[in-house]
């Protein structure tokens, strides 16, 4: 346990060099698109970046139910690295978005349904974050996070229905079907390339969490998963 | 059934008693009315376009006080904990609390359309379907609001939790009751008003069966 294990170091590894693969092939082999020009390059970073959000918010919501069944610590250890690098991704994407939206549109920020939904989950899932540092007891951190988790990650959609009712102006999603297929290999390679990259720090960042849930609750830590409502009264045991 | 009966019972008799709070925060939410058109300038036809939004803003800034108020009570003198040890069940404590923090909301709501009205000249005649959105729309707040209470009064810093977690979660809520509101106020030659109000109640159901699931993990412990 002392020693880091190198399982996400290399997928870290792997997917920074993914990342650098894919982006020099789509900065410099890949030809321009018509009509947007050199800027819709950051589409293979950018559209990457979405579905490894939602993906790593996703991973985040399956943790908060696995916690909430099973009471195993090391679901909230994962639910807080899972949840961290989701709100690092769409902070990331509407970064990006902003980027691409001012020489396309002419604006930095628009209303539209996606940069919408983006930033109400990184304020929604921040808030839950900030949740967990103001909450000193782990047990009641785990349990409220993952309820919190799980109410967000339902009002995602709706969200999403109702900007898109409200306003609606974006592009058709990218994906390697609407995309001519010249891009594809370059946004293939980055989204492996961000998805190794984000699953080898949640591995890293859980297991710092994990760390630091066992000097919370304190020697002696059974190696049996302890419940949630036990929690308590082992850090109370130990003083 | 009984058991949040008997919640509802308590808590709407704690708030009838401590009214003078519940005037306070509608005094909140009738002030606030006030400084947005100090925002807009006394531009009357474009208050008065705006009216809905302000009023849903303002009865959103005055639901943190409200709902953080309804477990600020259940703090003191640890009174949330000897609730749980009553042979009750969650659920109805849950739902007793979220249903008579609905109705302070809906009677804020209410009470706030006059304040609309005067100082932004927004009246409608359709007062049963503005009554509608109302309820629709306190019943989206009310649901998770009690939730997030829940956790939040238990916590340090707990004035700027409660409307960091619950202000994104609500973002449906009040698009589609502003604009529902807008459509009462302005004209719907559309008939746009059903899917906003239809939104609002699927918002409500919604979170009103996932509150009531959650609900019971988060008080435990």
């Known amino acids: 346990m002392r020693q880091s294990p190198t399982g996400p170091k290399v997928l870290v590894a792997l997917g920074v060099a993914l990342l650098l693969a894919g982006s020099w092939w789509g900065l410099t ?37 696995c916690f909430l ?49 983006t930033a109400v989950m990184v304020f929604a899932f921040g808030g839950i974050l900030a949740l967990r540092a103001f909450v000193d007891d782990p047990a009641r951190r785990a349990v409220w996070s993952a309820v919190a988790c799980i109410v967000a990650f339902v009002d995602v959609p709706i969200v999403y229905f109702s900007v898109k009712w409200w306003n609606s102006l974006h592009q058709a999603q990218s994906t390697p079907q609407t995309v001519s297929s010249a891009f ?11 998805l190794f990259l984000w699953t080898g720090l949640v591995g890293l960042r859980s297991r710092v969490a994990a760390l630091r849930l066992r000097s919370e609750l304190g020697p002696p830590l059974p190696d049996a998963k302890p419940s949630v409502t036990g929690g308590s009264r082992i850090a109370g045991s130990a003083s | 059934m009984k058991d949040l009966l008997a919640a509802l019972r308590k808590d709407l008799l704690l708030q009838w008693r401590g009214r003078a709070q519940v005037i306070a925060i509608f005094a909140f939410g009738a002030a606030a009315l006030l400084l947005f ?33 309804s477990f600020e009570r259940e703090m003191e003198e640890q009174a949330l904990e000897g609730l749980l040890l009553l042979p009750a069940s969650t659920r109805g404590l849950y739902y007793g609390k979220a249903i008579a923090n609905w109705a302070h909301l809906a009677l804020l709501g209410i009470a706030l359309v006059p304040v609309m009205v005067v100082l932004y000249d927004a009246a409608t005649l359709r007062l049963v379907s503005l009554l509608g959105v109302i309820l629709l729309g306190t019943a989206g707040l009310s649901a998770p609001g009690t939730l997030y209470a829940a956790m939040t009064s238990q916590t340090r810093a ?26 009462l106020i302005l004209g ?10 239809t939104l609002l109640a699927a918002f409500a159901v919604i979170h009103w069966s996932i509150g009531g699931l959650l609900f019971g993990r988060v008080v435990e412990d």
């Open chain 1, 29 to 65: 082999k890949a030809p321009g698109e018509v009509y947007m020009g050199e800027v819709q390059r950051i589409m293979y970073v950018h559209v990457p970046t979405a579905w490894n959000a939602m993906l790593a918010l996703t991973f985040a919501f399956v943790c908060a139910l």
């Open chain 1, 69 to 117: 069944l099973t009471n195993a610590w090391k679901w909230d250890s994962r639910l807080e690295a899972g949840m961290e690098m989701g709100v690092v991704l769409s902070l990331l994407l509407c970064t990006q978005g902003s980027i691409w939206a001012k020489p396309t549109w002419g604006v930095w920020w628009d209303w539209d349904p996606r940069l919408t939904t």
């Open chain 1, 184 to 194: 594809h290999w370059p946004l293939r390679i980055n989204a492996f390339g961000i």
């Open chain 2, 37 to 69: 058109s100090f925002a807009i300038g006394p531009d009357s036809a474009a208050l008065r376009e705006h009216a809905a939004g302000f009023l849903w803003l303002g009865l959103l800034l005055a639901s943190t006080l409200a709902l953080a108020e």
């Open chain 2, 158 to 183: 707990r004035q700027t939790l409660l409307p960091l977690l619950l202000f994104p979660l609500v973002v449906p809520v009040l698009l589609a009751a502003v604009k529902a509101t807008s459509l």
């Open chain 2, 188 to 197: 719907d030659p559309m008939g746009q008003l059903r899917p906003w109000t």
